[in-house]
């Protein structure tokens, strides 16, 4: 088992930025590939970022792309999605996810364990 818990989630005026933290603890954190996940209010729960188990390989949706970075901290149990130039649009709630394998994925039904989120507003 992996316990999810995200923070650093709050209101952002747009073209601001904020980093999200995931802190992971249970099962070897660096056993996992993780994901972070969005879930805007009525709509489907979206793909943001994905990191390989080694933090090699990393993937991200296209609505981020560029904007924009996952990373982790395998010491700390931790990993982290850095977002900048945000806009209204990536006004959600934030989820990450681990998996209990070493490769990059993209759809929710691939991941394991979920944090339960956290809120990021963006103002206009």
């Known amino acids: 088992q992996v316990q999810l818990v995200e923070s650093g989630g709050g209101l952002v005026q747009a073209g601001g930025s904020l980093r999200l933290s995931c802190a992971a603890s249970?099962?070897?954190?660096?056993?996992?590939?993780m994901g972070w996940f969005r879930q805007a209010p009525g709509k489907e729960r979206e793909f943001v970022a994905a990191?390989?188990?080694?933090?090699?390989?990393?993937y991200y949706g296209d609505s981020v792309k560029g904007r924009f970075t996952i990373s982790r901290d395998n010491a700390a149990n931790t990993g982290y999605l850095q977002m900048n130039s945000l806009k209204p649009e990536d006004t959600a709630v934030y989820y990450c996810?681990?998996?209990?394998?070493?490769?990059?994925?993209?759809?929710?039904?691939?991941?394991?364990?979920w944090g339960q989120g956290t809120h990021v507003t963006v103002s206009s």
């Open positions: 996810a681990a998996r209990n394998l070493a490769s990059v994925a993209s759809s929710a039904d691939q991941y394991d364990y």
């Open positions: 249970g099962r070897t954190f660096n056993s996992d590939a």
């Open positions: 990191i390989s188990r080694s933090g090699a390989t990393t």
